[in-house]
């Protein structure tokens, strides 16, 4: 135990004590503490759970405690049986002055002389003594205890300084207060303070580490969140311009496809005029020949079409033309269309409609393109000497997959259902859900035997759903698909439906 040189001031207490103690700040040691800076002992500590550990020690020994952090914070203060003698010093005028000098040669201390880690004696000038003892942790200072007042052993009588004091001091007065304060040894002090250093030091090890753990925890949630924000910064970056170019690529098509849809007319009709003589007669041959750029033409047109099409559905530029639209007259002419196409390859191309369907509110083109649309595929995958049905009725259940599922189940509604059975080749289970992506095609490779865009099955879904309606398929590889296409019977005519559509490329 470091003691004082004889006649220093010891460390009373007095009503204003917690002024006392102002030790200077020290600078964070680069790379130490945690995060590197300095961490207060309040931000340590429960400072609540602190203050009651010190009352249990407090309580056993009946030795006070006081505890400050470096910045000369009182974090806890409990007094034992001093209140008297240091009163009845501090009602005299040469008791309180010398306390008040005290006091400021007090405040003087730094923290460098505790650093050592070793103890502090301070004795007072009345005979009592106090004992300063550092907190530390990795070498960082984070405040002291002061523990006393107490009464050492030896000694039998106030220090020689009261005598002095006059005015009707009482010396021996000032002695009788003395049986409320602790006695005790050099030998039991020690102890008794080595015995609550441990226990601090247990505590500021388990708090530090909870703290460091903590504190690592939040740097690591902040550089988590920081690279989530960066990489949120670039993916909103590249959606911008992912859209920039759905956008830029949907302008081009519009007036690409519009560009060539003009001279493109222009050599279909030309190529009629020539078929049917009026630039003069043609031989067999080049009757063939001028066939031939008359169906290639109007090929290219239908890709075209297509392409305006999808350009206005991504754009959002289409709506419904709603209306009381004939179910047969609808039927019947989007077979009539399929019609020499099923000559051509030798498919049966069979009717099954439910008579006396009457009308629904819908879009004639739109309804009758989506059904042209499906059959024309069904016939382009079904080999020579196969069939294809269309087959037309109301259907009154639930939907496939938007149906939404209540207390009672899913609710049950009445529909246009028309189904498009083919005996091709199928489609394999794993790219059923692909199949209505845009520019999606089931054989992908440059040698595909079948020619197309992929954009119709796009478009027929995009037009069934912007009628609120649904759309599916079924099938399995040589035994042929189904389409399934769901029209609400009770659409209201008086709302529009504007016609989205999202690109998948």
């Known amino acids: 135990m470091s003691r004082e040189q004889p006649g220093h001031p010891g460390l009373p207490v007095l009503p204003h004590e917690g002024d006392l103690p102002t030790p200077e700040s020290q600078p964070a040691t680069p790379g130490r503490g945690i995060l590197e800076r300095r961490v207060t002992l309040a931000e340590l500590v429960d400072v609540r759970s602190f203050r009651d550990l010190c009352a249990s020690f407090v309580d056993l020994y009946k030795l006070g405690i006081k505890v400050f952090d470096t910045e000369g914070t009182k974090l806890v203060d409990i007094r034992v049986g001093n209140g008297d003698w240091c009163g009845y010093i501090f009602a005299n005028p040469t008791g309180r002055r010398e306390c008040t000098s005290l006091v400021h040669r007090v405040k003087q201390h730094r923290y460098s002389e505790l650093d050592s880690g070793g103890l502090v004696e301070q004795s007072c000038f009345s005979g009592l003594k106090y004992i300063i003892m550092p907190i530390t942790y990795g070498g960082d200072a984070l405040g002291r205890v002061i523990y006393g007042p107490y009464l050492p052993a030896e000694v039998e009588r106030p220090g020689a300084a009261v005598e002095a004091f006059g005015e009707g001091f009482d010396p021996a007065r000032l002695w009788g207060y003395g049986d409320k304060i602790r006695r005790v040894s050099e030998d039991t002090i020690t102890k008794i303070i080595d015995n609550f250093r441990r226990t601090v030091e ?151 409609l439910d008579p006396g369907l009457g009308s629904i509110i819908a879009d004639y083109d739109k309804v009758n393109q989506s059904m042209v649309n499906l059959l024309a595929n069904a016939v382009k995958f079904t080999p020579e000497g196969g069939s294809v049905t269309l087959k037309v009725y109301v ?111």
Do not use: C
Not at 287 to 305: M, Q, Y
Not at 324 to 340: G, H, N, Q, Y
Not at 465 to 481: C, F, L, M, N, R
């Open 202 to 352: 247990t505590v500021i090890s388990i708090a530090f580490k909870a703290l460091m753990t903590q504190h690592l925890h939040l740097e690591s949630v902040s550089a988590s969140y920081q690279d989530l924000a960066e990489t949120n910064r670039r993916l909103r970056s590249s959606v911008e311009k992912l859209k920039e170019m759905d956008r830029l690529k949907a302008s081009f098509l519009a007036m690409i496809s519009h560009e060539l849809r003009t001279p493109l007319t222009s050599i279909i009709g030309y190529s009629e005029m020539l078929a049917e003589g009026m630039a003069g007669d043609m031989t067999d041959e080049q009757k063939e020949f001028v066939a031939t750029i008359r169906e290639k033409g109007e090929s290219l047109l239908g890709l075209i079409g297509s392409l305006l099409d999808i350009s206005k559905i991504e754009a959002g530029a289409v709506t419904l033309a709603l209306g009381d639209m004939k179910i047969e007259d609808v039927v019947r002419s989007a077979v009539r269309t399929l019609v020499p196409q099923a000559q051509k390859k030798k498919v049966e191309l069979r009717v099954k």
């Open 395 to 505: 259907f009154e259940g639930e939907r496939r997959y938007s149906g939404s599922t209540g207390r009672f189940g899913s609710a049950e509604e009445r529909f246009l259902r028309a189904d498009i059975i083919d005996t091709g080749i199928g489609i394999p289970k794993e790219k059923l859900e692909d199949v209505f992506k845009a520019f999606y095609q089931v054989d992908n490779s440059f040698t595909r035997e079948y020619g197309g865009t992929g954009l119709g099955l796009a478009i027929v879904k995009s037009f069934v759903e912007a009628h609120k309606g649904e759309v599916w398929v079924d099938s399995e590889p040589q035994q042929g698909t189904t389409f399934s296409l769901l029209f609400p019977m009770d659409l209201d005519e008086n709302v529009p439906s504007a016609i989205s559509f999202t690109s998948d490329l």
